[in-house]
């Protein structure tokens, strides 16, 4: 994985740290695969310390919320991951609308 990117996982919520982009995400994706897909509760995923995004950070994004389904929560989605999210019709999914 991208030494610029991290997860920490703590009570039941993801924080993701850094850029989310093509360079990053098959790192982040797994290590988060047996968090995201052993979930039975609420995972809270946490976007604060996002840098920068791309389109393979908003498949993650997407991949996440397939995966976890209605137990996944975005929280403090930074603008530009908003705008990739609004463009791209996905609002409703992330609850966002």
Known sequence: MNQDSSLTVHEGTIKVHGPLTFATVPGLFMESSSIINSASETITIDLQDVSRTDSAGLALLVE????????????????????LIDVSGLARAFGLD
């Open 64 to 83: 996440w919320l397939r995966t976890a389904g209605s137990h996944a929560r975005f929280v403090n989605i930074p603008a530009q991951l908003r705008r």
